[in-house]
């Protein structure tokens, strides 16, 4: 089966089973509704089942991971222009943070939501460093950095370090 359809699958059968009061065979099936339609290129869909898992894991009182899911997809969605989709992220942390709903018209960075680690190596990405490099300065395995520039360019949605270093300029600049 195509990623993409599978993902469809996965997002409509989480739905249902959310419908029906299983949450842990939801939040199961949300999470690999997200893998299959990033496995696919379609980030918009991913944000979609992002959204639909934050709930389900809101509802589960797991509010960091649900916080986490959230803010990707409203900071995918912000990244591709997809006004409708970052609404309803917006929204659903609203509700999960129980504020006001006031919108915000803040471009959130797909950046904003990177953890240490990947931060250093988009860092020494944009220096220019091989992969080698990186892993003898940060003391890991160059799998490990292979690993993490493959969540990378998957949360970025770029397909190169050349596309990583861009967008990490870009981003870099835009918060000087």
Not at 76 to 90: F, I, K, T, Y
Not at 96 to 120: H, I
Not at 134 to 160: D, G
Request: hydrophobic content about 45%; charged content about 30%; glycine content about 6%.
């Amino acid at each position: 089966m195509m990623p993409m359809r599978a993902g469809d699958t996965r997002y409509a059968r989480a739905r249902i089973e959310l419908e029906l009061g299983r949450a842990r065979s939801a939040a199961n099936l949300a999470r690999e509704a997200v893998r299959q339609y990033e496995k696919s290129g379609t980030p918009i869909d991913a944000a979609q089942a992002r959204v639909l898992l934050g709930r389900i894991l809101a509802s589960s009182g797991k509010n960091a991971a649900a916080r986490r899911e959230l803010d990707t997809a409203l900071a995918v969605s912000n990244a591709h222009g997809a006004a409708d989709m970052a609404a309803r992220a917006r929204e659903a942390r609203t509700r999960l943070d129980g504020t006001a709903a006031e919108p915000d018209r803040t471009p959130v960075s797909a950046f904003d939501g990177l953890t240490r680690r990947q931060q250093e190596i988009v860092g020494r990405v944009v220096r220019g460093l091989t992969n080698r490099q990186i892993a003898e300065e940060l003391f890991v395995s160059e799998k490990t950095v292979e690993a993490h520039l493959s969540r990378l360019f998957t949360r970025l949605n770029v397909s190169s370090r050349a596309a990583l270093a861009a967008v990490a300029a870009v981003e870099y600049a835009r918060r000087s």
